[in-house]
């Protein structure tokens, strides 16, 4: 394909100022404002002094102040709704723990969705999560576990969320072979 002179020279001088007006039109920097950054916790907890010091670190750092916001209530519903409800530009964060995650799982009616209205930016913390049974019990990995219960002639139930102002676990013993 032959490409017409004009067509040529046109390309050439849009790609001559194309340097020119990114210089004009820079980004904004962000922050350039103050930032809000919303826990599900009550005050006082680990989820809070992680959150403040982290607040305080990106503060230092970038130039505008990190309010955290606690919103406890609901397992951590409350403060991921008004999250959600926020406008979507950058200024309203969550601080999110595995409560958030596993509410789509033990609550049946939320005025949101995770996975869709949440997006990730960062990750600030590890925690290392277990499950642990009884030494008796010949169970090594989670599928041994699940099909030891199966394999019961009584229902045994391994574990049992309930559905409270947050969530808990608790193994109920309904059958000899897990004494």
């Avoid at 032959?2 to 849009?14: Q, S, V, Y």
């Avoid at 049974?133 to 699940?146: E, H, K, M, R, W």
């Avoid at 394999?151 to 559905?163: D, F, G, V």
Wanted: charge should be positive; proline fraction near 8%.
């Amino acid at each position: 394909m032959k490409l017409p002179r004009r067509t040529f020279l046109h390309l050439a001088a849009g790609a001559a100022a194309l340097p020119a007006l990114s210089r004009i039109a820079g980004a904004q920097t962000y922050p350039s404002r103050p930032v809000r950054l919303i826990l599900g916790y009550a005050p006082g907890n680990a989820p809070d002094i992680v959150a403040r010091l982290i607040g305080e670190w990106l503060s230092e750092r970038l130039g505008q102040p990190f309010i955290i916001e606690n919103r406890p209530g609901a397992g951590t519903n409350i403060g991921t709704e008004a999250v959600v409800r926020a406008p979507a530009n950058g200024y309203t964060l969550l601080y999110v723990t595995t409560a958030n995650a596993s509410n789509a799982t033990l609550f049946d009616k939320l005025n949101f969705n995770f996975r869709r209205d949440i997006a990730p930016v960062a990750g600030i913390i590890r925690v290392p999560n277990l499950v642990s049974v009884n030494l008796s019990l010949p169970v090594t990995t989670i599928p041994t576990a699940c099909c030891l219960r199966q394999s019961q002639s009584r229902k045994a139930e391994l574990w049992r969320t309930e559905r409270r102002h947050r969530p808990t676990v608790r193994r109920t013993v309904q059958d000899d072979v897990w004494r």
